[in-house]
T-cell receptor
């Protein structure tokens, strides 16, 4: 079993749609979680941190469920520019804790 | 967000030669940097963790004598691909770790596309 698992997709949605991605992690000691975005042939960029209380940044909402060990990302009112691969990340708060990236979920937003 | 640079962005070399890639954290100090490799349409693969002032920690299956890592300062890590072969052609990406509000955040360099002919 992978340490961080994501549905690879692709998710094909029309502009304006709401789309949600889930991600599960296996290490219950993980403390910090993030979503990254990676465009084709580019480096990953930090999209947002995921807090226990959940957090929202514009059209993006991230949630954490520690009991079930999953995190989610909700994108509302999808834009063409949201088309990318979204990477789920789990890590710890100590220096030696390994950061684990999921394989990514591909999203295509179409006009 | 923090800024990480990587140089060169693209390199083409002949089989058997060595290539050095530099990764710099421009606006923060990073005691820990990471080197990843990504093949087309595949996920990031962690190659090694670079620790300032000490030896790098390599992932299973990554040859430490082939991929030399040096982290001599808090803002610079280098990856040298020695005796490169065509199968080493890939997208190499570094990242630097910084303590943020959400925990240890990683910021990535723009990547180096290596082609070995």
């Amino acid at each position: 079993r992978k340490e961080v698992e994501q549905d690879p997709g692709p998710f094909n949605v029309p502009e304006g749609a709401t789309v949600a991605f889930n991600c599960t992690y296996s290490n219950s000691a993980s403390q910090s979680f993030f979503w990254y975005r990676q465009d084709c042939r580019k480096e990953p960029k930090l999209l947002m941190s995921v807090y226990s209380s959940g957090n929202e940044d514009g059209r993006f909402t991230a949630q954490l469920n520690r009991a079930s060990q999953y995190i989610s990302l909700l994108i509302r009112d999808s834009k063409l520019s949201d088309s990318a691969t979204y990477l789920c990340v789990a890590t710890g708060n100590t220096g030696g804790f390994k950061t684990i990236f999921g394989a990514g979920t591909r999203l295509f937003v179409k006009a | 967000g923090a800024v990480v640079s990587q140089h060169p962005s693209r390199v083409i070399c002949k089989s058997g030669t060595s290539v050095k890639i530099e990764c710099r954290s421009l606006d923060f100090q990073a005691t820990t940097m990471f080197w990843y490799r990504q093949f087309p349409k595949q996920s990031l693969m962690l190659m090694a963790t670079s620790n300032e002032g000490s030896k790098a920690t390599y992932e299973q299956g990554v040859e430490k004598d082939k991929f030399l890592i040096n982290h001599a300062s808090l803002t610079l890590s280098t990856l040298t691909v020695t005796s490169a072969h065509p199968e080493d052609s890939s997208f190499y990406i570094c990242s630097a770790r910084r303590q943020g509000a959400g925990g240890y955040e990683q910021y990535f360099g723009p990547g180096t596309r290596l082609t070995v002919t």
